[in-house]
């Protein structure tokens, strides 16, 4: 298969919607992935760094959201170490878990049963403050990194965000999704800001601006073939094309 001229993507996120909204796309193809594929694989592990108040709880919950997890119900899990979520796919379930390991060290990790989650098929493992496990982290993973107060200037600027998308880990294991991986995040990255009268799916009613142009989150999953093709374009940031270096603005 060919791959794409980069694994590396940085995006501007101006405020924790369209953090969420980034997420949920990564979060949505993680979760779409066939049983086949799935097939004496691991978890998934997104490895997520960012300062205190970087937006990386809202990256989470946007994890989850397209993951197909209840999003409102992901915190920051400090003080409990880990929070396990499920999202049900007619019998099969899947397994979101969130880990904080701000207070966690390597020989810690039993207490929240670091190695058979990591055998999981089924899971989407989030894990803030991941530097304090450098040592115990899989390679099928993505490395996400959040800054704050991108820019300088007006107040937009101030409140913005930074995140680097780096897929080159999860291409070393599984080269096929980091490269579903990448092409969905390119039609976020280069879609228009469009208006839309109706679902692209059922025609139904918008109800959430973060999943136009379709209703729900279903329904965009329900249409990810044609999606990853740009057959429809999503809110994106307006006049948004690739560098050379492979970075989004």
Same mark, same amino acid.
């Given at each position: 298969?060919?791959?794409?001229?980069?694994?590396?993507?940085?995006?501007?996120?101006?405020?924790?919607? /369209?953090?969420?909204?980034?997420?949920?796309?990564?979060?949505?193809?993680?979760?779409?992935?066939?049983?086949?594929?799935?097939?004496?694989?691991?978890?998934?592990?997104? &490895?997520?760094?960012?300062?205190?108040?970087?937006?990386?709880?809202?990256?989470?919950?946007?994890?989850?959201?397209?993951?197909?997890?209840?999003?409102?119900?992901?915190?920051?899990?400090?003080?409990?170490?880990?929070?396990?979520?499920?999202?049900?796919?007619?019998? @099969?379930?899947?397994?979101?878990?969130?880990?904080?390991?701000?207070?966690?060290?390597?020989?810690?990790?039993?207490?929240?049963?670091?190695?058979?989650?990591?055998? /999981?098929?089924?899971?989407?493992?989030?894990?803030?403050?991941?530097?304090?496990?450098? &040592?115990?982290?899989?390679?099928?993973?993505?490395?996400?990194?959040? @800054?704050?107060?991108?820019?300088?200037?007006?107040?937009?600027?101030?409140?913005?965000?930074?995140?680097?998308?780096?897929?080159?880990?999860?291409?070393?294991?599984?080269?096929?999704?980091?490269?579903?991986?990448?092409?969905?995040?390119?039609?976020?990255?280069?879609?228009?800001?469009?208006?839309?009268?109706?679902? &692209?799916?059922?025609?139904?009613?918008?109800?959430?601006?973060?999943?136009?142009?379709?209703?729900?989150?279903?329904? @965009?999953?329900?249409?990810?073939?044609?999606?990853?093709?740009?057959?429809?374009?999503?809110?994106?940031? /307006?006049?948004?094309?690739?560098?050379?270096?492979?970075?989004?603005?």
């Amino acid at each position: 298969m060919s791959h794409p001229p980069t694994w590396m993507l940085s995006f501007h996120a101006r405020e924790a919607v /369209e953090t969420e909204q980034l997420a949920s796309v990564i979060g949505e193809v993680i979760g779409s992935r066939s049983l086949a594929s799935r097939q004496g694989s691991r978890a998934v592990v997104i &490895a997520l760094s960012g300062e205190l108040g970087a937006g990386k709880t809202a990256f989470a919950r946007g994890l989850a959201r397209g993951f197909g997890v209840e999003h409102s119900q992901v915190s920051s899990p400090t003080f409990t170490l880990r929070m396990d979520h499920f999202a049900a796919r007619g019998e @099969r379930v899947d397994l979101f878990a969130h880990l904080d390991c701000w207070r966690m060290e390597t020989g810690a990790l039993e207490s929240v049963g670091w190695d058979a989650l990591l055998e /999981e098929p089924n899971a989407l493992v989030v894990i803030e403050w991941p530097q304090r496990i450098a &040592a115990s982290l899989p390679k099928l993973r993505l490395d996400v990194t959040i @800054r704050d107060g991108v820019g300088e200037g007006s107040l937009e600027q101030s409140q913005s965000r930074r995140v680097d998308i780096d897929c080159t880990p999860l291409a070393n294991f599984d080269p096929s999704l980091a490269a579903r991986m990448i092409d969905a995040l390119l039609v976020l990255a280069q879609a228009v800001r469009v208006s839309h009268p109706g679902c &692209a799916r059922c025609g139904g009613a918008l109800q959430n601006d973060a999943f136009a142009p379709f209703c729900t989150a279903r329904c @965009r999953l329900l249409d990810l073939g044609a999606w990853l093709r740009g057959a429809y374009v999503i809110e994106g940031a /307006e006049g948004s094309p690739e560098s050379e270096s492979g970075e989004i603005a």
